[in-house]
């Protein structure tokens, strides 16, 4: 239950179709070193743009409806950046992935407001800096917190273009459940990490994210580096302080200048230590405690009321709470439960969630398949 919810234009380039693996697992040989070196955005997303040098956005396409990317708590719209390539070779479509407030590269006046109804705001904001009044048709998807996001924004019709929703592994019954066991999941997580590789490797290993290409490329959105010896618990902040000054007047000259040698060394060490980098998570999870509830409490019913057609991918098929199985039912949503994922669906198997999309789209006529792909 604890790892059920793990609240997850500056340069131009074209994403290389050699950027992501089919497959995406990476598989290696015996004996073959896995490979936890960090990905650059260029290989996955076009462009990078600050809209009101605030809220950061990665993109891709020129054509076609407006995916619009949410991503969960702590993570980084670089989550979707293996998705975003798959996507993009699938169906005629543009990519726009936002980095939420307080997270990733976006930087607000406000960071601690977490709110639903806040954040939901930002995602109106975004679309209006954009498009202006006249947006294109948009699909909104969004990944557990991103996910209570998009259902937020699209009930209070924020996004007045909105073509559709696509929630990824979010639903009510099991998020509210899951709250009580979060702040232990938390507790369980390293503080810091010694580099950006090693908070890969661990992300890896840990199962937070079961895809190593997706992981290489996403976890620098979810830590920072650090170059406070605070950061590093091991790192005393007291290194060669008061070594000389209470024994000045006791001590003779030479045994003095051994004592002063002693401490230079040991500044020199102090020095050292402080230079050296660290990384720790960029976002503070155990502090956003307080909107927990406002984001997951009524979501349900708020799913089943937008208009638009509908998306729930899953990882398990146990994650239905009452609500949500009777809408099913009825036939006021589609479902897909794509088995062998970790909650981070979309990372773990961005292939899979890229044809359930492109399908889904396809079928309500929003976009066409690419020529060729089919």
Known sequence: MEKQLHLNLLASRPPMAGGFQ????????????????????????????????????YCS??????????????????????????????????????????????????????SADTMAKDVGK??????????????????????????????????????????????????????????????????????????????????????????RVSMGGQVKKCEEPACNPSVSNSIGEGVIEEEEEEEGAEELNKKRMKADDQEV??????????????????????????????????FLSCSVPKLLLLAGVDRLDKDLTIGQMQGKFQMQVLPQCGHAVHEDAPEKVADALATFMVRHKFTEFKEGFL
């Not at 936890?36 to 809220?55: A, G, H, K, R």
Request: proline residues 4%.
């Open 61 to 114: 396409g020129s054509s076609g409806p407006v995916l619009l990317l949410l991503h969960g708590g702590g993570h980084s719209a670089l989550s979707w950046a293996v998705f975003t390539a798959v996507i993009c070779s699938r169906i005629h479509c543009r990519v726009v992935a936002l980095d939420l407030r307080a997270h990733g590269d976006t930087k607000v006046k406000n960071p601690e407001d977490l």
């Open 269 to 302: 060490q102090s020095l050292s230590v402080k230079k050296e980098s660290f990384y720790t998570w960029r976002v503070e999870l155990s502090k956003t405690e307080k909107y927990w509830d406002g984001w997951f409490r009524g979501l349900s019913a708020l």
């Open 22 to 57: 089919s497959g995406s697992k990476m598989k290696m040989g015996p004996g073959r070193k896995k490979d936890f070196s960090p990905l650059l955005w260029s290989q996955y997303f076009e462009t990078i743009e600050d809209v009101e040098n605030i809220f950061r956005l």
């Open 126 to 215: 975004v679309v209006e800096a954009l498009y202006g009044e006249n947006p294109p048709p948009i699909m909104m998807i969004g990944h557990s917190m991103g996910g209570a996001i998009a259902v937020h924004t699209a009930s209070a019709n924020l996004v007045p273009s909105l073509l559709g929703l696509c929630v990824i592994d979010v639903v009510e019954g099991t998020a509210m459940d899951a709250l009580n066991s979060m702040q232990n999941f938390l507790r369980s997580r390293p503080k810091t990490f010694k580099s950006l590789e090693n908070a890969i490797e661990w992300s890896v290993k840990s199962g937070q994210i079961r895809n190593i290409e997706s992981a």
